[in-house]
């Protein structure tokens, strides 16, 4: 651990820790690794829950440990790696979004799956997890957020608004898209870019769709060089839990799936044949935070969250059944447990109690 105040001139104040990592893949500087908190036998003490790190998923978004200090290669069986833990300052994150000094909150990225996780993106929670910025970075060459670009259905031609800048060996990140009803579906990941055709379309290297798509897949992600990233400082306290991405499917979903706590950013650029529904679940502790953001738009229907128990309105009176309306980019709701009930604590654009 570095403590000095110059350190010495140009190096950040580092809290450092050696954690074993047991996945093969190779590492990048700058991801954030999480906790395996369950790891071994749930009777049983084991202490290795506090030493062995795994990327960050929709179990361990609430066990934040630390980002890579360095890169390292693929090992087959797991190896020991150097993690930054939360409290560092001047460390270096891995980014899928532009920065600016000392403006907003990063956040790492969960989820079930995905060669992705562990890099950060825009977050609204403070605490471990969440980092500040202190650079300004122009990390990404192209992206649609909104769900604007499209896969055709050989799962590795894809349109973009540009591709100026884009070059084989680039890297194209889906964060998540559509899902068609019985045909294809966006698996979100990184991927390497093969070729750039034209103006507007590159070539993958390998297949980004899960299944047969029947037609061209709407899409939502960024493309880089390298591994971007920026000088950050990681903030503790208590956990931020992440964010994620949500695909909602065209058909609709009565039980979709999210993740307890942080941020879910639903993808858009999708027309539903019916409402998406979250069915909110009761909190564990008081304090507990989530929010859900539409990135772009969803037409027909609509991104709806349910309450499993009503919950209360920000007129601090009134029951919350649900939060509806949910269909534009930018809109959202904000929700925190109070201990016994789930409290509005802001919506966004369309979004409204009910």
């Given at each position: 651990?570095?403590?000095?105040?110059?350190?010495?001139?140009?190096?950040?104040?580092?809290?450092?820790?050696?954690?074993?990592?047991?996945?093969?893949?190779?590492?990048?500087?700058?991801?954030?690794?999480?906790?395996?908190?369950?790891?071994?036998?749930?009777?049983?003490?084991?202490?290795?829950?506090?030493?062995?790190?795994?990327?960050?998923?929709?179990?361990?978004?609430?066990?934040?440990?630390?980002?890579?200090?360095?890169?390292?290669?693929?090992?087959?069986?797991?190896?020991?790696?150097?993690?930054?833990?939360?409290?560092?300052?001047?460390?270096?994150?891995?980014?899928?979004?532009?920065?600016?000094?000392?403006?907003?909150?990063?956040?790492?990225?969960?989820?079930?799956?995905?060669?992705?996780?562990?890099?950060?993106?825009?977050?609204?929670?403070?605490?471990?997890?969440?980092?500040?910025?202190?650079?300004?970075?122009?990390?990404?060459?192209?992206?649609?957020?909104?769900?604007?670009?499209?896969?055709?259905?050989?799962?590795?031609?894809?349109?973009?608004?540009?591709?100026?800048?884009?070059?084989?060996?680039?890297?194209?990140?889906?964060?998540?898209?559509?899902?068609?009803?019985?045909?294809?579906?966006?698996?979100?990941?990184?991927?390497?870019?093969?070729?750039?055709?034209?103006?507007?379309?590159?070539?993958?290297?390998?297949?980004?769709?899960?299944?047969?798509?029947?037609?061209?897949?709407?899409?939502?992600?960024?493309?880089?060089?390298?591994?971007?990233?920026?000088?950050?400082?990681?903030?503790?306290?208590?956990?931020?839990?992440?964010?994620?991405?949500?695909?909602?499917?065209?058909?609709?979903?009565?039980?979709?799936?999210?993740?307890?706590?942080?941020?879910?950013?639903?993808?858009?650029?999708?027309?539903?044949?019916?409402?998406?529904?979250?069915?909110?679940?009761?909190?564990?502790?008081?304090?507990?935070?989530?929010?859900?953001?539409?990135?772009?738009?969803?037409?027909?229907?609509?991104?709806?969250?349910?309450?499993?128990?009503?919950?209360?309105?920000?007129?601090?009176?009134?029951?919350?059944?649900?939060?509806?309306?949910?269909?534009?980019?930018?809109?959202?709701?904000?929700?925190?447990?109070?201990?016994?009930?789930?409290?509005?604590?802001?919506?966004?654009g369309g979004a409204t109690e009910a």
């Open positions: 651990m570095n403590g000095s105040l110059n350190a010495h001139e140009k190096l950040g104040n580092r809290i450092p820790a050696w954690v074993w990592y047991g996945g093969s893949d190779a590492i990048k500087k700058g991801e954030a690794f999480n906790y395996n908190t369950d790891y071994g036998t749930a009777t049983a003490a084991d202490a290795r829950r506090g030493s062995k790190v795994e990327r960050p998923s929709l179990d361990n978004n609430g066990a934040f440990a630390g980002v890579a200090e360095r890169d390292y290669r693929a090992v087959s069986g797991g190896q020991l790696i150097e993690i930054n833990c939360p409290g560092s300052k001047g460390v270096e994150i891995a980014l899928v979004v532009d920065t600016t000094i000392n403006t907003g909150i990063l956040t790492f990225i969960a989820g079930s799956t995905g060669s992705h996780r562990g890099r950060f993106y825009t977050g609204k929670y403070l605490g471990r997890g969440s980092a500040i910025p202190r650079q300004t970075k122009t990390a990404v060459l192209e992206s649609s957020m909104t769900g604007g670009w499209s896969l055709a259905t050989d799962g590795v031609t894809l349109t973009v608004s540009s591709t100026t800048g884009i070059s084989a060996g680039d890297t194209v990140v889906l964060v998540g898209g559509e899902v068609e009803d019985g045909g294809g579906s966006i698996v979100a990941g990184k991927y390497t870019v093969s070729s750039v055709t034209d103006s507007t379309t590159l070539v993958l290297s390998s297949s980004a769709i899960s299944g047969t798509a029947g037609a061209a897949l709407t899409c939502t992600g960024a493309c880089y060089t390298g591994n971007p990233r920026c000088l950050a400082d990681l903030l503790d306290g208590s956990e931020s839990m992440g964010v994620e991405f949500i695909s909602p499917p065209n058909a609709g979903d009565g039980g979709q799936d999210y993740m307890v706590g942080g941020v879910s950013y639903v993808c858009g650029g999708v027309t539903l044949a019916a409402d998406v529904d979250v069915d909110l679940a009761q909190g564990t502790l008081p304090g507990e935070t989530k929010a859900f953001i539409c990135l772009g738009t969803l037409t027909t229907n609509d991104f709806t969250v349910d309450l499993v128990t009503n919950g209360i309105q920000m007129d601090g009176s009134s029951a919350l059944a649900e939060i509806n309306a949910i269909d534009a980019a930018a809109d959202a709701a904000y929700l925190e447990f109070g201990g016994a009930l789930w409290h509005t604590q802001d919506t966004v």
